[in-house]
């Protein structure tokens, strides 16, 4: 990160510095006003605003609460230790991101003078503008964004190993320095910044952990759907078995039960946005096309085509 900008980040605020001079716990009163330890967005953020960001206040442990927005962490240098929901012990190493829904409980282990880490303070309606710029059909996409936004305590948080992904770290960065300088516009350039942060994710969905619940069946669910992500020109639910060493059985019912899904269904849901996408953005025939995403059969093309889009393949280029 560069380095005008850590500067400003590693200052001792007057939290920390009260701390230092032997408070043994954090100011609560600049995090909420109510007897349970939630943090509250108001507290946090200026009226008006749907994200800022502030620094971890360190030498404290920081007791277990909960947030009424959505939390990013990012590690800009050393490391934290975070438990989720009392039992997940997390260690965030410098250029990781950790993503907190509103439901978990969250508290954090003392840091040095060296951990830097920031916190986006993000409500829920800020990320809005940035889904328009995603696939509405990426099933990747949907999978990871409910995990942060259904209530429930199940996947209540994402971890993203992502320290040596050089697009990520840049996005990143420009998110922190844009909230630190109060750039102009900066609500229109964050929200499109979170919407190409979150496309670059979604890309290195190998690097996601899931947190609490079922941590197999989410890695397992997320297995399913690179798989589909990726071979979905040849993808076949027997090939996909053979990989993860299922009966074909026992894999269909897994993936309709964490997906609401058939396999047929997300791989249907693949090829027609991918057909969609390439009927907008090139001029290849659309029998290419076709064969492009894995079919062979026109006429089951373009039956299922018009079921889902409601028009024939050539009047959607033409309306495009």
């Avoid at 620094?55 to 404290?60: L, P």
């Avoid at 993203?160 to 844009?178: G, H, M, T």
Wanted: net charge neutral; charged share 25%.
């Amino acid at each position: 990160m560069d380095r005008a900008l850590m500067a400003v980040l590693e200052k001792i605020t007057p939290e920390e510095q009260a701390i230092l001079n032997g408070c043994s716990q954090v100011s609560r009163e600049l995090y909420t006003d109510r007897r349970d330890f939630v943090i509250d967005s108001d507290k946090m953020l200026e009226k008006g605003k749907l994200m800022d960001i502030r620094t971890h206040t360190r030498f404290v442990h920081f007791p277990k609460h909960k947030h009424n927005y959505i939390e990013i962490i990012y590690m800009c240098s050393g490391k934290t230790e975070h438990i989720i929901n009392g039992q997940d012990r997390v260690t965030l190493c410098q250029g990781e991101l950790l993503f907190l829904n509103q439901n978990c409980y969250h508290e954090i282990l003392p840091a040095k003078k060296e951990d830097i880490a920031v916190n986006f303070i993000v409500l829920p309606q800020f990320f809005d503008e940035a889904f328009k710029m995603m696939d509405d059909e990426n099933i990747l996409r949907n999978f990871i964004i409910s995990s942060l936004t259904k209530n429930q305590e199940d996947a209540s948080y994402l971890l993203f190993k992502v320290a040596d992904v050089l697009p990520v770290q840049n996005l990143v960065e420009n998110l922190v320095w844009s909230l630190v300088n109060g750039q102009p516009n900066r609500r229109q350039m964050n929200q499109v910044t979170m919407g190409l942060l979150l496309l670059q994710l979604v890309n290195v969905s190998d690097r996601i952990f899931y947190g609490q619940g079922n941590t197999y069946e989410h890695q397992a669910v997320l297995k399913v759907l690179r798989y589909i992500e990726s071979n979905y020109r040849t993808a076949t639910l027997a090939q996909l078995a053979q990989m993860m060493n299922e009966s074909l059985y026992q894999l269909s019912r897994f993936i309709k039960k964490n997906t609401g899904h058939t396999f047929k269904e997300l791989l249907l849901q693949k090829r027609l946005n991918q057909a969609a996408f390439l009927l907008s953005t090139t001029k290849l025939p659309v029998s290419d096309i076709i064969y492009h995403v894995g079919y062979d059969n026109t006429s089951y093309f373009h039956r299922v085509f018009r079921e889902k889009y409601g028009m024939t393949p050539k009047e959607y280029r033409e309306k495009q």
